[in-house]
C-alpha cells in the first residue's frame, strides 16, 4: 500500500499562471515533506520541504503547503516558466532515507 | 564542492549475471543512500550506509548489497539479475542529520 501518492500523472499549464501539484500520505507520525524535481537523464534536484511544525513554506516562486489534518500537501509555482517542465516527486523522510510519491509530470506551455 | 557522481551512466546485462554500481558522495558527506526508479515510478529506498555500517534497508531481497568506503564512495551490488531489475538506480548522499538528500544523475541498468 502507497504511504505517500501523488494522484495527477501530469499536468499542463500556460506560462505565468499558477501550477498546483498535489500529494497524499498515510502516516500521521510524518513530520518532514519535500518536494524533488526531476529532468530526463539527471537525478532529482531538491526543491523546497516543510516541517509538520508549520504550515507553509516559502522560497521565491515555490510555496509548500501543509494540511496535516487532511494528510495533504502542495506546491504552488507562481508564476510558472517553461523550464520548470519537468517531473515533480513529493517525499517524507528523515535523514535521507526517503518514501517518494510516483510523480506528477508538469508540462508549462508558453 | 563537487556533486555526487555515479558510474557507469548505462549498463547492460543478461538475466543471471551480477552487477556492481558505483557512487562517489558529495564532498563532506558520510551518508549514502541507493533508490530503485522503475519506469513510471517513484525512487524506491533500498539501503543506506553511514561509516561504512548498513544503516537502514527498505523492501529489497538480500540479492541487493552494498559497502561503503572509508572516503564515504560506495556500492551496489545486484546477483542473479532479474528483468524486473531493469530501472534507474540513484545514488544519494547528506549528512546524518540531515532531512535532504542530493542525487546523483544515475544508472540506468538494462537486464536483458
Known amino acids: 500500500d502507497q504511504q505517500v501518492k501523488q494522484n495527477s500523472p501530469s499536468l499542463s499549464v500556460q506560462e505565468g499562471r499558477i501550477s498546483i501539484l498535489n500529494c497524499d500520505y498515510t502516516?500521521?507520525?510524518?513530520?518532514?515533506f519535500l518536494w524533488y524535481k526531476k529532468y530526463p537523464a539527471e537525478g532529482p534536484t531538491f526543491l523546497i520541504s516543510?516541517?509538520?511544525?508549520?504550515d507553509k513554506n516559502e522560497d521565491g516562486r515555490f510555496t509548500v503547503f501543509l494540511n496535516k489534518s487532511a494528510k495533504h500537501l502542495s506546491l504552488h509555482i507562481v508564476p510558472s516558466q517553461p523550464g520548470d517542465s519537468a517531473v515533480y516527486f513529493c517525499?517524507?523522510?528523515?535523514?535521507?532515507?526517503?518514501?517518494f510519491g510516483q510523480g506528477t509530470t508538469l508540462q508549462v506551455k508558453p | 564542492e563537487t556533486g555526487v557522481t555515479q558510474s557507469p551512466t548505462h549498463l547492460i546485462k543478461t538475466r543471471g549475471q551480477q552487477v556492481t554500481l558505483r557512487c562517489s558522495s558529495q564532498?563532506?558527506?558520510?551518508?549514502v543512500s541507493w533508490y530503485q526508479q522503475a519506469l513510471g515510478q517513484g525512487p524506491q529506498f533500498i539501503f543506506q550506509?553511514?561509516?561504512?555500517?548498513?544503516?537502514g534497508r527498505g523492501n529489497f531481497p538480500p540479492r541487493f548489497s552494498g559497502l561503503q568506503f572509508p572516503n564515504y564512495s560506495s556500492e551496489l551490488n545486484v546477483n542473479a539479475l532479474e528483468l524486473d531489475d531493469s530501472a534507474l538506480y540513484l545514488c544519494?548522499?547528506?549528512?546524518?542529520?540531515?532531512?535532504?538528500?542530493?542525487f546523483g544523475q544515475g544508472t540506468r541498468l538494462t537486464v536483458v
Open positions: 544519494a548522499s547528506s549528512w546524518p542529520t540531515d532531512r535532504e538528500a542530493f
Open positions: 517525499a517524507v523522510g528523515n535523514t535521507g532515507k526517503l518514501i
Open positions: 502516516n500521521s507520525m510524518f513530520d518532514y
Open positions: 516543510i516541517s509538520s511544525i508549520k
Open positions: 564532498s563532506g558527506h558520510n551518508t
Open positions: 550506509y553511514y561509516r561504512e555500517e548498513e544503516n
